[in-house]
């Protein structure tokens, strides 16, 4: 409901939609309206962001199926179970992001903040070795610095779509 208006004759409390004066019959029709005050319904994000969203959930559990297969010895000759473990691990966060579990959401966080700072990290070291290393070292540099980029996009997502969630 809008804001109330105000009989000039008898000082009394109007609906807005008022045309005269419940009380003493004064015509009401010509007193400016108070502007309807409009209900803030929260953010919403925009559509991309659902899209890239759902793309990042996917590629969560696409990579953990593919490290499960390389553990496994499917695409590599040698066995490695804690690859099995992590890749597992990468198909139940990333399916717990894509079908909004808020525990996993806080895990899928939690893991893309370290390894934002291990992109960082790489990145710095990555500058510091190609004395050492030489002109390699550049590939790992930019490697770690999109691994950074990568994470910190899905920190954004993740904060973008939080309003969605009930506590």
């Known amino acids: 409901m809008g804001k109330m208006i105000t009989c000039p004759r008898c000082k009394a409390t109007l609906p807005p939609a008022s045309l005269r004066c419940q009380f003493c019959g004064t015509d009401v029709s010509k007193l400016e309206r108070p502007a309807e005050v409009k ?46 473990v992590i890749g597992f691990l990468l198909i139940v966060i990333g399916g717990g992001l894509l079908f909004r579990v808020r525990f996993l959401r806080g895990v899928a966080h939690i893991l893309c903040w ?43 997502l993740i904060a973008e779509t939080e309003s969605h969630f009930p506590m």
Do not use: K, N
């Open 39 to 84: 209900v803030h319904r929260g953010y919403v994000a925009p559509p991309w962001v659902w899209t890239w969203y759902t793309i990042v959930c996917v590629y969560w559990m696409l990579d953990g199926a593919f490290q499960m297969a390389m553990g496994a010895g499917l695409l590599s000759d040698s066995r490695a179970y804690e690859r099995i």
């Open 114 to 156: 370290l390894a934002l700072l291990d992109g960082f990290l790489g990145f710095l070291l990555g500058l510091v070795f190609t004395v050492a290393v030489g002109p390699i070292a550049y590939i790992f540099a930019f490697m770690s610095l999109l691994r950074a980029a990568l994470s910190g996009f899905m920190i954004y």
